[in-house]
């Protein structure tokens, strides 16, 4: 936690410096797993792209378990990537990496974790969009490879604040179906 401080600290600090967006918002959701039962998701994720592209970040997200004894958990990730950041265009695409910790609401150890997501957001009109995305995950500590595929649809409300819903699907060592729904602001 102290660590996504720090990085959050350091990004407030490079915005003055540079100039950019700066990209904030949480998004909530639900999740079913290996359809056996349901994971309420919720997520927090700022985003800071630097004129050339370069993007950093970090989410926070959690997981609430209602299914027996399986314990609920919290992942954290520090994201680096690129996005197109010529905002007149109307394909966008984007690739992340990330480094991620995911902890139990348990007694069990923290797992580490990284994922590469490679996506396109296309802009329909200037209010209307649609992203997609596929993202890897995998770690060494457990056995949880997995991967993501995601199809959005979003409106801008205005230049500084955009609504999306998400519906994904995860193969992998496990499976899943998720619908997410986020808010977004520019600064």
Known sequence: MKQIFTFIFFISISMNIYS??????PAVGVERINNKFNVD??????LYRFNNGITIGAVAMFGDVSYQNVPGELRYEAIVGYTTASPSSKVLPYIFVSNGARAYYSSRPSVRYHTATIGVKYNLTPKIYFDTSYRHRNTNDISWESGLYTLGAG???SEA???????GNTWGDYSSNQVMFSLLSRF
């Not at 950019?20 to 918002?25: D, I, P």
């Not at 998701?41 to 700022?46: D, R, S, T, W, Y």
């Not at 604040?161 to 519906?167: C, D, M, P, R």
Request: hydrophobic residues 55%; proline residues 0%; aromatic residues 10%.
């Open 41 to 46: 998701l919720g997520a927090i994720k700022g």
């Open 161 to 167: 604040l955009a609504i999306q819903i998400s519906i």
């Open 20 to 25: 950019g967006v700066f990209s904030l918002g």
């Open 155 to 157: 409106y801008n409300i």
